[in-house]
């Protein structure tokens, strides 16, 4: 059933062939042809103004009152690409590499080169339309390493890189919008996929702000709705990103790829109290010059600043002498746990460590001291002068910080705990990022399809834009091609009516509990169940303890929900239910997901496959497949397995020691 | 772009109000620098000679006529674009913002536009009319005639009431000028940030000064300090 | 930090909807703490509300972490409340102490009716991006990346306006609902680039004609749109783009 597509040849002249045989749509039947676009981050705002400028017929869609407001905006540290700027030995293969192993040998080997090989192109575009990259003082482009890389390969704009990149994306977007191509509906909310002939033909579409449904026709269907971590309610996403585009998709046929695949980001800001709704991400790049570091007494309460440098365990650089701090998410995210689990966390939870700029700034501010030939400073001088180099690189973090928790970062260590940040997972594509229902695609976080079980730092935004950019353009026409003949189903075909009254009838349901639980309190519960079972670690036992749980917790949900106003309005609590209520059947597959799934490999950490040292053990012999699962009716789903064939980067076990 | 077009945009309609007010501005150089004879204390010789030397020469009679159209055309522009900004906002806050984001007088310069122009009236009856229409009592200096304005300046700041409008236009003009004079700079399109300090320094002083210098004339008058 | 916890009471901006007049309406927090966030209590106040069964106080917001421009309240008489360079998200409890009042309102402007409640609508922004507030580049036109320097300290100006999180705080912080400042960093991050130079002229004419369409005002230079920017930008970006008209208006042929 699961064909992925991949075209044949070496692994390297793979995209290239494609592009040279796949088949075209000529620019006078482009302009007949219509397609739907669920999503305006950066993949789907980069497939909108790409699409529209080659004339297709685009309607684009997103939830926030603006596509400029996308989650993507909130990137902060920066995008990968295997320019070699540096001079210091990357290249397309390096980027590929680094990609397939920081994975954990668990994404297809031909996507993630294709990937290496558009990344250089990415660059190259956004600059062309005005994203101000840093720039060295000769005028030339900055860059700064990530996370399981040993090159700096990544490009950045302060801590702002995916915002920067976003407003690119927009802004080419609202051009196409301008020149007619593209149709912008914001403050709408996909609902459902309208499939005519098993094909994907529209969608239903809530207007959120008059509350009524619409019906969207077109030839094909792309969803570019981002990723699933809030299912884990705090999370570092946006309040509002959400599964349902993808979990409507997966309900009508498209399978649902390693769902239990999430990256637990090392550095966030911890947990304050039960109020908290959301966590804050401290972007991966602070691990350039921040050292994390725990007392090396368990319950140590003294003040950072009064733990004398030898009794500080920088546990990182101890365990991983050869990246240091640099290790990939997953491995510094385990290892924090593992600290406090012990009982040497810092802060009054004890769920924190501490991720320490002094030394760096000393060291900048020594630099600075040589390069100015300075000379009687003295320490305080030295250390306010490495201040401004450090408020240079990370001045907008440092301020967040500050207003969240009230510390000065500049004085005192930050205290940080690692949180639900991606989702590896979602929906199962092809090489051509076509889900298994035909003219249905998934672009962006919402596939599953680059970074194996984990994904490196600054990876995600290039693929994002990959996918819109440079794949999705020549993908798509290879199925559109052959869509010529199809005239616009006009939108009141039977199966979009049909599918209407389906959702219509949906919302009502809910509205017609009139129980007393908020979506809200229920969303917090399945976080917490999902957060404790499904989360850093996992167990046989947890596992199937959580499954019990959640199907309880749907079957209260739709009982005692409570939702006030009317259906015919804006009204912000229904669509909250709506996600939930898709969340809590996600968290379930997510629990099987990881059940079945009895390795350890990238953010997916079985308790029962480990090595001695505490190691994720990874198990190649029975668990190297994709899992994609298909939707059977209530709890009940099938597994495919595709499985993952390395030529060129054979699996070894990760190491960063 | 068309004229028109660039006219009636929002930018171009700061155009004309920085453009006017910078030309209202150098005319208050010339006209401070005038009147400021008076205090040469000889009787008025010097001011009245200055004033008959200004209004006898060719180029500065034309130049007034572009100085009465620019106050009009400032004028105008000015309280519409002050009623047009109104109402983009037709339901106001409960808290307003008040002084917290900018000097209240930035935010009044319809007022205190209107207040100078009420000013202007009175000063042009007092004055210019004279001057330029029903004519003003002669004096003899070198045996010579001259329009003897520092006997009607005299005259006019005799009256208590007379003064005190006058240093109210004063300054409604110092206020108008603080946030006028560095306004109409970016209103130009200037935008260094090193200069703009600098123009922002000179333009309070510049607001002070002038203002002050005009008046402490009619103060001057009334209290005797000239004669 | 010192943590304590507070009472309140907050009048709140209500309006079912753009067609209906909206009201004050009063309500009592209890134990507040001051590490949640000005969000986080509004969010605990809904929770209230909705299990009452009443609706519950709509605003926009998403990412809370002050760069996705949604979140949008006007606090005591300030667009994002009392902190410098901040958003009503980023804002904490903190700021207050117990038995303080909040008045909380909607951003005002005839450009940003009232959707419901706090929510406004301001996709005026997009339309006036759409008249020229981008690159025309498609895709696979590009140079190579480092082929073109560009000046460190223009690259830096260009990013410091790129910053704007279109949040509208300048429209409801200006006498004038002026949408100057925001414009103005659009127009100065693309012109201070060299890829921006072939548009230069067009795109600001235009956007300025688009801003006066949807009824925003002119700028006064008072200052207030930059005093509550939450990203710091300039006034001067205005002037600059004042500059960037006049020479595009006054050097045109046609
Ligand atoms: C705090 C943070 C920092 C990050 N930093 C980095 C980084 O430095 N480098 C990096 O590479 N990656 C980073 N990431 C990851 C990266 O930002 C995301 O993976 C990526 O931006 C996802 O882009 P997207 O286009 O797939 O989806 P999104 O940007 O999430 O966009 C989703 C879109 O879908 C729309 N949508 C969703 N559901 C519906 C629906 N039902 N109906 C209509 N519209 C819908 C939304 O409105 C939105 O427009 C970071 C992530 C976070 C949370
Ligand atoms: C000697 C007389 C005057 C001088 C020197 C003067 C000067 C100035 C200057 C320099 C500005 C700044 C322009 C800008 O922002 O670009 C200004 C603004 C203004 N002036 Fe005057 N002015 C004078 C008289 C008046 C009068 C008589 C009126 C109206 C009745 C007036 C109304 C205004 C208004 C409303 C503004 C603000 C316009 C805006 O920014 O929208 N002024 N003036
Ligand atoms: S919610 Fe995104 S800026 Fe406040």
Redesign the pocket.
Known sequence: MLNSKIPPGALENKWNDYKGHVKLVNPSNKRNIEIIIVGTGLAGASAASSLGELGYKVKAFCFQDSPRRAHSIAAQGGINAAKNYQNDGDSVFRLFYDTVKGGDYRAREANVHRLAEVSVSIIDQCVAQGVPFAREYGGLLSNRSFGGTQVQRTFYAAGQTGQQLLIGAYQSLERQVALGNVEMYARHEMLDIVKIDGKARGIIARNLVTGKLERHFGHAVLLCSGGYGNVFYLSTNALGSNVTASWKAHKQGALFGNPCFTQIHPTCIPVSGDHQSKLTLMSESLRNDGRIWVPLKPNDTRKAADIPEDERDYYLERRYPAFGNLVPRDVASRAAKERCDAGYGVGNSKQAVYLDFASSIQRYGQAEVSKRGLSNIDHAGVMALGEEVVKEKYGNLFDMYQKITGENPYETAMRIYPAVHYTMGGLWVDYELMTTVPGLYALGEANFSDHGANRLGASALMQGLADGYFVIPYTVGNYLADQLAVKSIPVDHPAFLQAEKEVSDRINRLMSIQGKQTAESFHKRLGKIMWNKCGMARSEEGLKEAIEEIRALKKEFWSDLRIPGIVEEMNPELDKANRVADFIELGELMCIDALDRNESCGGHFREESQTEEGEAKRDDQDFAYVSAWEFKGEHNWELHKEPLEFEVAKPSQRSYK | MKWSEFFTSSVGK?FV??FT??F??S??VIHVGLNACIWANDNGVMFNKAAHFMGSMVVIRIMEVGLLAG?FL??IQ??V??AQ?YKRRSVGYAVPMGNTGSPWYSRW??L???L??LF?ILHWYNFWIPSRFTGVEEVFIDNKPYDNLYGLMLLTFSNWWVVIVYVLGCIS?AY??M???H??F???GFHNRKYLVVIRNVGNVFSIVVSGAFAMMPISMKLGWVS | MEHYNMNLTLKVWRQQNTRTAGRFETYKVSEVSSEMSFLEMIDVLNERLTSEGKEPIAFDHDCREGICGSCAMYINGRPHGPWHANTTCQLHMRAYKDGDTIVVEPWRANAFPVIKDLMVDRSAFDRIVQAGGYISVNTGNAVDANAVAVEKEKADESFANAMCIACGACVAACKNSSAMLFMSAKVAHLSLLPQGAPERNTRVVNMVAQMDKEGFG????QGACESVCPKEIKITSIARLHGEYLSAGLTSNK
């Open positions: 700061k109000m920085g007010g910078l209202l501005i005319f208050l106050i400032h004028a000015g309280l674009l002050t900004n310069m319809g205190l536009g209107t100078i122009l202007l003009l108008h000028l946030q006028g004079f306004a109409a970016k209103s130009l | 002119s700028c006064t230079f």
